[in-house]
């Protein structure tokens, strides 16, 4: 009864296929995929037909949001503009139609799945230290809650009214404490590994795992620069910053 556990995958189609094969070898039975699975890279197409096709359950993340509307995209910064622009193009009118009806936020089974904090979804605030991880905690009334948005992969827990961070590759789930995960990022990853990431939990063994997924980061970069969008996108795959 494991489940994998994907998030901002960003229109890398080399990493989500390299990540699909490495949970194909992990005996999981289901796969949940937090959003932001496009924006920044080359293939959104490619890559919401293949989420699709898994017909795993699928939340909304910011740039979903965004490639799924037509507001004005004055609030982002250039680059981030330039892609989703380039990505509202690129998809078809049913995929961004499908992209904006995901939920923000759901439950599955005894946990919670949301692209940023439990604390205002649809604003997408980031979690990036204790104080932001205790106001989602705080709302959290399950155990156990995977996020993403950060690109950054860890976890959290709470107990006894105490909110601490957890560093370490795995961990057992106490049952009288909530946790909070980042799953961290399958196609753009910003903590100085350029490996993809996404997390295994063991239903049963009610166990957290961090993996990382090696895949063919020069491809991607060739697609982004075949494509015409900004060399950045390409560099910052190379130092996962």
Known sequence: ??????????????????????????????????????????D?????????????????GNHDHDAANDRPLDNLNDTARLSLEWTRKELSSAQREWLGSLPFSRRVGRFAISHSSLDQPEAWHYIRDLADAE???????????FIGHTHRPGYFEQKGGITHEIRKKSHDIDSDAKVLVNVGSVGQPRD???????????????????????YEVAKTQERIRVQGLPEELAVRLTYAA
């Open 192 to 214: 100085g590994d350029m490996r993809a990431s996404y997390v295994i939990f063991d239903r049963v063994q009610r166990t957290i795992e961090f993996q990382r997924v090696e």
């Open 1 to 42: 009864m494991k489940l994998a556990i994907i998030s901002d995958i960003h229109a890398n189609y080399e990493a989500l296929d390299s990540v699909l094969e490495d949970i194909d070898s992990k005996g999981v039975s289901q796969i949940l995929c937090l959003g932001d699975i496009v924006g920044y890279g080359p």
């Open 44 to 60: 959104p197409l490619r890559c919401v037909t293949r989420i699709q096709s898994l017909g795993c359950p699928v939340i909304r």
């Open 135 to 145: 106001r989602s905690l705080n709302l959290q009334n399950v155990p156990l809650c």
